[in-house]
C-alpha cells in the first residue's frame, strides 16, 4: 500500500468533512433523499464513525409523492442499521392537497420539498445539514462550496459564502444560522457508481431494470406507480423493461429503457449513454437557471 | 484517443477492477480568458468525451448563438456559463470541473475572471499537485505570467506545465516558443519554480491537447493529456514523519477509545511510537481501526481511526506526531498571510486561527511588509487590504504545533477568521517560530570573544566601508582583506550582493527592506566579531541611523567606519554593474542617489576620497589605522 486510488481519495475526503460538521457543529442531520447518492452519503457516514453508531439522525423530506419502492427501501434501511430516521411531510401541502398533476412540478416542489425542509430543519433545531449534492451535477454546480451558509430564513447569501482552502473548513455561525455540507462535491455520476459496485453499497431496485407499467407523456416514460395517477382518454399504460438513472417524485421522473439489471450492466450502459443524469428530472427544465432559484430559497 | 473506452458486457467487471486503482489528479489553471483558458478546459472536457449528448446540443445551440467561432463548437462557452451569475452578484471563488482518461481521473480547479484574482487563485492552488500556466504564444511571458507563477510557488506547487498557446497565430514557429519556454525558465527559478515542462499547443485548433500535431514537428515532447497522465501524483507526503491532526474523539462506550483523522503526512504502523502536541506525551499505536477491519499501516491522504496503549489525554486539536521527528511547537510565527476580507487586516487586532484541526486567537503581531505580486517588490504598510499578501509575525494566545508549509501543506497551512462575523477573511503558511526576545535569555560562556580572537593573535573588529553604489568598496575590501589574510589573520568579508543572494534573499530595496538588510548585516558582524573575526562589511548602508545601529551592537573601539567617498557624477560615469543607467531608465526603482537618499557620515574613522586616491593606497591607509588602533601587531610587515 503506497498510492491511493481516487476512490480511496475521494473516499477519505468525505469522511474528513462528515467528522469535521460532526466535532463542529452543535446538532447535525443527514438529509436522506433514498436515491445512490444517499446511499454511498450514508455508507461514508457510517464508516466516518464506527465503531461508534452513527451521531445524527437521518431526515426525509417526504413530498407523499415518492416511488413506493423508495419508501420502503428506506424503512428498510433504517431499519436494517438501526438508524434514527425522521420523515417529515409539510402538513400545510398535505392540507391544501398539494398534487404535481394539478398544481406543476415547481409550484409541488417549493412547498412540499423547499418549505418542508425549512420546517423540519426549525423544528428539530439542526444546524448542519448534509446532501449528496456533487458538483459535476450541473453547470452551475462546478462552484459549489462544501460548506454553504444559510441565514436564519435558510437564505443562500452569495456574499456570505466563504473561501475554503486546504482542507481547512470554516463552521462558525451566528445563532439561527446553519450549513448545508456536501461530501459528495468531488464526486462524479461514475464514481459514484463504481463506490457503489466495489463496496456493495444496497441501492433502491427502481435503479434496476425491470418490466414497470409507464407511460408516455411528453417524451419522458412515467411509471404508473399508485392509483392517484391520472390517465388521460387515449393515454395507454404499457409493461416497458425500464429503470431511472435518478429518483425523485414518481410524477416528475422520467425513466429510461434498458436491460441493464445489474450493477455492471448499469455501469456499461451510463459509459455508452451520452444523456446526462439530470435530464431525466423534470424540475430542472421548469425554468432557466432553475436551480440557482431555488437554491436562493432555500432548496437543496 | 487514449480517454473512456465503452467496454463491451464480458470486460466490464475487468475493466471496473482496473479502474479501482486509478490515480487522481488535482490542477489549477492560471491564465486569463483572453489566453484561452476556457476554450483550454473544454476542449479536455470535450475530448476526454466528459460531455453527454444533451449538453453537446447545448453547446452546438449556444455556438451559433453566442459562439465566436462561426459554426464550429465554441469549447469556452462549456466553461464560460456564469456569466448570468455575475450579474445576480454571485462571487465565483473557483470552478472545479471533473474528467477522466482510462488512466487517471483529474479535477481541474478554473479561476475565472480578473477580479479577486489573487483570492481565488490561492484558494484553488491550495488544493492543486501542478499548474498549467497558460501563456499566448503572441504575447511571451507577461506580468500577469508572474504573478500566476509567484501565487503556484507560494502555494507549495512544485510541477508547472507550461502551456504556449495559439501556436497556430505564430505560424507554429519553433524559435517563438523556444523563446518564451527559456525566458520563463529563467524567471521561474528565481521564485523556486524548477519542475517546468514547457508544451507548445493551440487548444482552438486541438493541437497538442491530446495527440500530438502534424502542424509542430519540431516538437518531440507530450502532448499536454500525455503530460497530465505521466506526471508522479505527489508521493513526498508519505515520505515525510507521521502528522495527524485529532479531529474526533471516538468513544462509542468504556472499552474503546479512538481518536480519527486524516493522515496529514507519513505513515503509521501498529507498535509505532507517537507523541502527543503541543503537550509532549508520547504512547505507542494499539490498532489502526477501518471499517474493512484493522490494518496493520495506514498512510498520508488516508482517514483513520488510531488507539494507543497507554491512557493519555488526547483531544480535538492535538497534533499527534512520530516520535522520533516530532512537529515543532510555537506561540509566535513568521508567516505569509494572504487577506481575503472586506476590511483590512490590521495589527493589533484579534482574529480566530485555525490549522489542522486547531483553532486559538490570534493577532498580527507585526507586518513586517507586504509583497507587490506582479513586481515581488517588498513594501512598508501598516496593514493589508483585500487581496494583498503581507510577511507577518503572529502572536497566538496558546501553543500551536506546526511544520514549515513548504514541508507540510496541512500542518503548516492556516486561515483567519473574523470573530464577529464569522467570514474567513485570510488564509497563511507558517514559515518558522520565532522567539520573543523576552523570553530569552544570554548564555553565558566560557570561552568569550576575547580569548577567541587572542587564539587568533588579532583583536576582533568591523571594518564597515559606506558609500555609493559603484564607489569602489567591494574593491578596497577586497584588498584589504587578501593582505590580512596573507599575513595570516582571520577575517570574513560581507559583501551587499552576495548577502542579498542568500540570507536577504526575500528583501528588496524600499526603505523598509534596505532597514532590514542592514540590521540583519550588523548582526551576522556583531557574532563574527564574538567568533573573534575581522569582520569586512562592505554595503551601501544610506542611513545614518542603521549604521549607529550597526556600531552599538559591537563593543568600543571595535567598529571602523570607512567612508568610500565618491562624487555621485563620479560613480555615475564609472557604473560598473550599469545598474545607474537602468535607474535613470526608470527600470530600477529606490537607487539610491537617484530617487533615494544617501546620507554620509558626519565623522567617520577613515574617509577615502577616490577622486585622489587609488584603491591600493586606500587599503594601505585602512592597514595602518588597524595598526595605530592595535587591531594587529605593529610589527606587522607587508608581504607583496
Known amino acids: 500500500m503506497s498510492k491511493l486510488s481516487h476512490l480511496e481519495r475521494l473516499e477519505s475526503e468525505s469522511i474528513h468533512i462528515l467528522r469535521e460538521v460532526v466535532a463542529e457543529c452543535e446538532r447535525p442531520v443527514l438529509l436522506y433523499s433514498i436515491g445512490k447518492d444517499s446511499s454511498v452519503l450514508l455508507h461514508l457516514a457510517i464508516k466516518a464513525f464506527q465503531p461508534a453508531r452513527l451521531p445524527f439522525p437521518l431526515l426525509h423530506v417526504d413530498t407523499t409523492w415518492k416511488f413506493r419502492e423508495m419508501v420502503a427501501f428506506r424503512d428498510q434501511t433504517a431499519r436494517r442499521l438501526g438508524l434514527e430516521l425522521i420523515v417529515h411531510v409539510n402538513p400545510d401541502g398535505v392540507a391544501r392537497g398539494i398534487n404535481p398533476f394539478v398544481h406543476g412540478a415547481a409550484l409541488h416542489t417549493d412547498i412540499m420539498k423547499t418549505q418542508g425542509l425549512r420546517q423540519a430543519l426549525d423544528l428539530h433545531g439542526f444546524d448542519a445539514a448534509f446532501g449528496g449534492a456533487r458538483r459535476d451535477e450541473e453547470k452551475s454546480r462546478a462552484k459549489e462550496r462544501v460548506f454553504s451558509m444559510r441565514s436564519s430564513q435558510h437564505r443562500w447569501d452569495p456574499k456570505r459564502q466563504r473561501p475554503e482552502l486546504w482542507r481547512l ?11 448545508r455540507v456536501f461530501p459528495l462535491s468531488n464526486w462524479t455520476e461514475l464514481d459514484i457508481w463504481q463506490y457503489i459496485h466495489q463496496q456493495q453499497i444496497p441501492i433502491v431496485p427502481l435503479y434496476f431494470a425491470r418490466e414497470r407499467l409507464v407511460l408516455e ?57 451520452r444523456t446526462s443524469e439530470r435530464q431525466g428530472r423534470i424540475i430542472d427544465f421548469d425554468v432557466a437557471g432553475s436551480m440557482e432559484k431555488k437554491k436562493r430559497e432555500g432548496y437543496f | 484517443m487514449d480517454v473512456q473506452v465503452t467496454p463491451t458486457a464480458v470486460d466490464v467487471e475487468v475493466w471496473l477492477e482496473a479502474q479501482a486503482h486509478k490515480e487522481l489528479l488535482r490542477f489549477i489553471t492560471c491564465g486569463s480568458v483572453d489566453d484561452g483558458k476556457s476554450t483550454l478546459i473544454g476542449r479536455l472536457l470535450y475530448e476526454s468525451r466528459t460531455l453527454f449528448d444533451d449538453q453537446l446540443a447545448t453547446l452546438a445551440s449556444d455556438s451559433r448563438r453566442d459562439g465566436s467561432q462561426g459554426d464550429e463548437l465554441d469549447f469556452a462557452l462549456l466553461v464560460d456559463g456564469l456569466a448570468a451569475e455575475r450579474e445576480q452578484g454571485i462571487t465565483i471563488d473557483v470552478a472545479y470541473r471533473f474528467f477522466a482518461t482510462e488512466r487517471r481521473k483529474f479535477i481541474v480547479a478554473d479561476t475565472p475572471g480578473h477580479e479577486q484574482y489573487t483570492r481565488n487563485m490561492v484558494t484553488g492552488a491550495s488544493t492543486a499537485d501542478l499548474a498549467v500556466i497558460l501563456i499566448d504564444a503572441r504575447k511571451g511571458v507577461l506580468t500577469q505570467t508572474r504573478r500566476h507563477s509567484y501565487l503556484v510557488s507560494l502555494l507549495g506547487i512544485r510541477r508547472i506545465v507550461l502551456a504556449i498557446n495559439k501556436m497556430d497565430l505564430v505560424d507554429y514557429s519553433e524559435p517563438v516558443f523556444t523563446q518564451i519556454a527559456r525566458d520563463y525558465g529563467e524567471f521561474a527559478a528565481q521564485i523556486g519554480l524548477v519542475d517546468i515542462v514547457a508544451i507548445p499547443v493551440s487548444a482552438l485548433r486541438g493541437d497538442n491537447i491530446i495527440e500530438p500535431t502534424a502542424n509542430m514537428p519540431w516538437y518531440r515532447g507530450p502532448t499536454l493529456l500525455q503530460q497530465l497522465e505521466r506526471v508522479p501524483v505527489e508521493q513526498q507526503l508519505s515520505a515525510q514523519p507521521f502528522r495527524m491532526p485529532v479531529q474526533w474523539v471516538n468513544r462509542p462506550d468504556a472499552q474503546f477509545r479512538g481518536f480519527a483523522g486524516l493522515i496529514a503526512g507519513g505513515s503509521v504502523n501498529v507498535g509505532d511510537r507517537i507523541r502527543v502536541l503541543p503537550a509532549g506525551l508520547a504512547s505507542r499505536v494499539a490498532r489502526i481501526v477501518t471499517t474493512e477491519g484493522d490494518r496493520p499501516q495506514a498512510i498520508a491522504g488516508q482517514s483513520v481511526t488510531l488507539t494507543f496503549e497507554d491512557e493519555i489525554d488526547i483531544s480535538r486539536g492535538d497534533l499527534l506526531a512520530s516520535a522520533e521527528a516530532p512537529a515543532s511547537v510555537g506561540e509566535q510565527f513568521d508567516a505569509t ?14 482574529y480566530l486561527l485555525k490549522s489542522g484541526t486547531r483553532t486559538v486567537r490570534a493577532h498580527i503581531a507585526r507586518l513586517q511588509h507586504k509583497i507587490n505580486v506582479n513586481t515581488l517588490e517588498h513594501i512598508a504598510a501598516r496593514q493589508l487590504e483585500l487581496n494583498e499578501i503581507g510577511r507577518v509575525q503572529l502572536r497566538l494566545d496558546q501553543p500551536l504545533a506546526f511544520d514549515a508549509y513548504a514541508d507540510n501543506r496541512d500542518t503548516g497551512g492556516f486561515i483567519l477568521i473574523d470573530r464577529l462575523n464569522n467570514n474567513t477573511v485570510g488564509a497563511g503558511m507558517l514559515h518558522a517560530a520565532v522567539s520573543p526576545t523576552e523570553n530569552l535569555h544570554w548564555q553565558v560562556l566560557d570561552v568569550d570573544k576575547g580569548s577567541r580572537a587572542a587564539q587568533k593573535n588579532q583583536k576582533a573588529c568591523v571594518l564597515w566601508l559606506t558609500g555609493l553604489s559603484g564607489a569602489g568598496k567591494s574593491t578596497i575590501a577586497n584588498l584589504v582583506e587578501k593582505q590580512l589574510l596573507a599575513s595570516g589573520r582571520h577575517t570574513y568579508l560581507l559583501d551587499g550582493d552576495n548577502v542579498r543572494h542568500g540570507l536577504n534573499r526575500d528583501l528588496g530595496f524600499t526603505e523598509v527592506d534596505r532597514i532590514e538588510n542592514i540590521r540583519r548585516v550588523a548582526e551576522v558582524a ?50 560598473p554593474k550599469g545598474l545607474y543607467r537602468k535607474a535613470r531608465a526608470g527600470q530600477l526603482r529606490d537607487f539610491t542617489g537617484i530617487d533615494s537618499p544617501y546620507e554620509p557620515p558626519e565623522s567617520p574613522e577613515i574617509r577615502i576620497d577616490t577622486a585622489r586616491t587609488t584603491a591600493e593606497a586606500a587599503a594601505a591607509r585602512i592597514i595602518a589605522h588597524l595598526r595605530a588602533a592595535g587591531v594587529i601587531d605593529r610589527d606587522w610587515v607587508f608581504i607583496p
Open chain 2, 526 to 575: 556583531r557574532l563574527m566579531v564574538d567568533a573573534g573575526l575581522i569582520v569586512l562589511v562592505s554595503f551601501i548602508s544610506p542611513y545614518r541611523a542603521e549604521r549607529a545601529l550597526a556600531r552599538s551592537l559591537v563593543g568600543a573601539g571595535e567598529f571602523f567606519e570607512i567612508f568610500v567617498d565618491t562624487a555621485l557624477a563620479d560613480a555615475e560615469k564609472r557604473d
Open chain 1, 169 to 179: 473548513y470554516n463552521t462558525r455561525k451566528a445563532p439561527g444560522e446553519s450549513l
Open chain 2, 337 to 350: 498571510v494572504v487577506w481575503m476580507g472586506g476590511e483590512p487586516m490590521l495589527t493589533g487586532r484579534e
Open chain 1, 217 to 273: 407523456r411528453d417524451g419522458a416514460l412515467i411509471m404508473v406507480d399508485d392509483e392517484r395517477m391520472p390517465i388521460a382518454p387515449g393515454e395507454q399504460p404499457r409493461l416497458r423493461k425500464v429503470r431511472f438513472r435518478t429518483l425523485g417524485c414518481y410524477p416528475l421522473t422520467g425513466a429510461m429503457p434498458s436491460e441493464a439489471d445489474t450493477l455492471p450492466g448499469i455501469i456499461e450502459e451510463m459509459l455508452a449513454s
